[in-house]
């Protein structure tokens, strides 16, 4: 039981480039999320997923895509990479968006230059 | 807007001290209030309070909500150099998702 996991675990881009995020949980949960941390900013959300067939944006969703391929999985797309989304990408999920307990992946490291 | 505040942004204590960190919420309809650990990698769930003035304890550390001043603490006893760490409180919002304070980082020294 892998919980939930990301890949890549570090990426650096060229500004303009594009790039997908993987995530994907082995819970059998229902709902995903996309946050990203920068420092002295703490989590904020940018894209969830409430079940599988829906996306829905969350507090800082421009410039990024997100895609609910099944239950399993919900990947997170740069179309054009800027400078400023230099961050650390975490995936999370729960049983359901009223499930208050959401489990994290270990993260991806991007930078763009 | 909803919002979470956590205070002190950082801290740095020595083995054995005591410390408590802050958390202070306004947020819609509020649900319930979470704790997180992050180290190194991903956040790691610590508690989650939705009753005011019960107390949640697990080891060393202690949690609990006050509704009515829209707050909560999470105290640390004896404090050991694992427990350096960032640590995030979490609000449920009036969307239905967490709303994360920007985190305490606790340095313990030894």
């Known amino acids: 039981n892998a919980g939930v996991t990301q890949t890549p675990k570090f990426q650096v881009l060229k500004t303009g480039q594009s790039m997908t995020l993987q995530c994907a949980q082995d819970?059998?949960?229902?709902?995903m999320y996309w946050y990203r941390q920068d420092p002295g900013m703490g989590l904020r959300l940018i894209y969830y997923?409430?079940?599988?067939?829906?996306?829905d944006k969350g507090e800082v969703p421009n410039g990024y895509n997100v895609s609910r391929l099944n239950k399993r999985e919900f990947s997170l797309r740069l179309e054009s990479a800027a400078p400023s989304q230099t961050s650390v990408y975490f995936c999370?999920?729960?049983?359901?968006?009223?499930?208050?307990?959401?489990?994290f992946g270990p993260g991806t490291r991007l930078t763009v230059t | 807007e909803d919002k979470v505040v956590q205070s002190p942004l950082s801290l740095v204590v020595h083995e054995g001290d005591t410390v408590t960190l802050n958390c202070s919420y306004e947020v819609t309809n509020f649900r319930s209030l979470l704790w997180y650990k992050q180290e190194k990698k991903a956040p790691t769930f610590l508690f989650m309070l939705?009753?005011?003035?019960i107390e949640k304890k697990s080891g060393r550390l202690s949690s609990i909500l006050d509704k009515k001043e829209l707050s909560s603490i999470l105290n640390i006893t004896a404090t050991q150099t694992g427990d350096s760490a960032i640590y995030l409180c979490a609000v449920k919002g009036s969307q239905g998702n967490l709303i994360f304070g920007k985190g305490t980082k606790l340095s313990v020294k030894p």
């Open positions: 939705t009753s005011s003035g």
């Open positions: 999370a999920s729960s049983g359901w968006t009223g499930s208050y307990e959401q489990y």
């Open positions: 997923s409430a079940s599988e067939g829906t996306t």
């Open positions: 819970m059998n949960h229902n709902s």
